[in-house]
């Protein structure tokens, strides 16, 4: 996920709605990093080694379980945050409603992370010591997740993180868990889907941020493990209303194809003027370009032209299930992936718990080795047949075969067929 960026800063992953081993060699930082650890200093001097209830790994005798859950609920990710909020109330109202876990109902404790990293360490805080969570749900985006997984690891409570995915956040962590498939898998999958359409000239356009910096780095490092060199690397000023000058420099350079590390707004807008020059070259990138905001200011030049990886496959039979459940709920649609990763966040949490609330007390170490030995979990994010399981060594969804290839089509976004790059070179003509 995206740390200092688009569309705010975080990766959107909208579904149908309106108009392994080479991740370990590197552990990339995708944040301001002196900030954060600044931030999570703030933090750990205030928990202690032990903070609130965490020192013998027990929680509160009796009542119901409590589970911090923050997301950016305000600000530019508002939307972020609020699809990832009913994404795990869903979730956490379906266990209720089931008789909660053993016997104990969940009570979420929601809190306003607003993708800012020194408030996100007061909740972290928060969280450990006065409200004495049982484990924490959140993280939107990079920076706020390296936080609590900082405290999460000095407090020794179980964390799982919906859809920040930088490879570094849970790097020898031992409680905290990624849901959403790892950022160098996102590159990893569209440089080899190029490379195998048969593209030999591959341009990268990127936005001029820590996000597409470091996506633009590990898609040249990945082409150059193929044996391609790409034709161009241009930066994209973010927020930018013409880029025609770096248009330019693509063109030139002979790129039948571009990758882009982007944000759904500043793709559109890059379309726009690839559309007024008369410049063909398809369009793919990660699931930073599935924001609906792509759809409503590119309309019919992002049309069968931009395809993007994603987790959300909506030929799967739970993600139909999900979405009715949804509406149900909150009489709309699902719009995002949010809501699907939220979801399977709490239901990853609450297996965990399952296995460590007993005689009305949550022990916080059997909670975290339950999340920690989760093997084949049945997700309904991921393409069909996804699963998500860690290990001691692993705690991060980095298999790339989870993800789906999407593209606006009709006004709204859908599974894409396997072509679509080619389709959408011939789409752009």
């Known amino acids: 996920m ?42 750990l001097a205030g928990c202690g080694s032990g903070g609130g209830n965490a020192s013998n790994g027990n929680a509160a005798a009796t009542g119901d379980i409590k589970i911090g859950l923050s997301g950016a609920l305000t600000g530019g990710d508002a939307i972020l945050g609020s699809n990832q909020r009913q994404g795990v109330e869903l979730a956490a109202d379906q266990i209720n409603s089931a008789g909660g876990i053993n016997g104990r109902k969940i009570s979420l404790v929601v809190q306003d992370e607003a993708n800012d990293p020194a408030r996100m360490a007061q909740i972290a805080q928060r969280f450990v010591s006065q409200d004495k969570v049982d484990a ?9 997740a390296l936080v609590l997984a900082q405290v999460a690891e000095q407090a020794k409570v179980p964390l799982v993180i919906p859809f920040a995915n930088g490879d570094n956040i849970t ?13 160098s898998s996102f590159v990893k999958k569209a440089v080899d889907y190029l490379h195998g359409q048969g593209f030999d000239k591959i341009g990268i356009a990127y936005d001029d941020n820590a996000f597409g910096q470091l996506d633009a780095k590990l898609a040249t490092e990945d082409l150059q493990d193929l044996g391609v060199k790409p034709v161009a690397s241009v930066s994209m000023p973010n927020g930018a209303q013409d880029y025609t000058a770096q248009i330019q420099q693509l063109r030139q350079a002979g790129a039948e194809v571009l990758f882009t590390p982007m944000g759904g707004t500043n793709v559109a807008q890059l379309r726009k003027n690839m559309q007024q020059v008369n410049y063909s070259a398809g369009i793919v990138g990660p699931n ?65 718990l399952k296995a460590a609330t007993g005689n009305g007390s949550v022990d916080k170490n059997k909670a975290r080795d339950a999340i ?58």
């Open 171 to 183: 790097t020898d962590k031992k409680w905290a868990f990624q849901v959403d498939v790892a950022s």
């Open 136 to 144: 924490i749900i959140g993280g939107t985006n990079d920076g706020t």
């Open 372 to 429: 920690e030995g989760l093997q084949k979990y049945a997700a309904v994010s991921g393409k069909t047949g996804s699963t998500i399981s860690y290990s001691p060594e692993e705690h991060r969804r980095a298999n790339p075969e989870d993800l789906v290839l999407r593209w606006a089509d009709g006004g709204t976004f859908t599974n894409a067929p396997e072509d679509c790059a080619k389709q959408s070179t011939q789409a752009n003509k």
């Open 288 to 352: 930073s370009l599935a924001f609906e905001s792509m759809i409503d200011i590119g309309r019919s030049a992002v049309e069968r032209s931009v395809c993007f990886y994603d987790v959300i496959d909506t030929s799967k039979p739970e993600v139909a299930e999900f979405a009715d459940d949804f509406k149900k709920k909150y009489d709309r649609e699902p719009n995002s992936g949010f809501e699907l990763l939220g979801y399977d966040a709490m239901k990853i949490v609450a297996a965990g």
């Open 2 to 43: 995206n740390v200092n960026g688009h569309e705010g800063t975080a990766r959107d992953s909208p579904m149908d709605q309106g108009y392994e081993g080479r991740a370990k060699k590197r552990t990339p930082v995708r944040c301001a990093a002196v900030g954060i650890a600044a931030a999570a200093a703030m933090v």
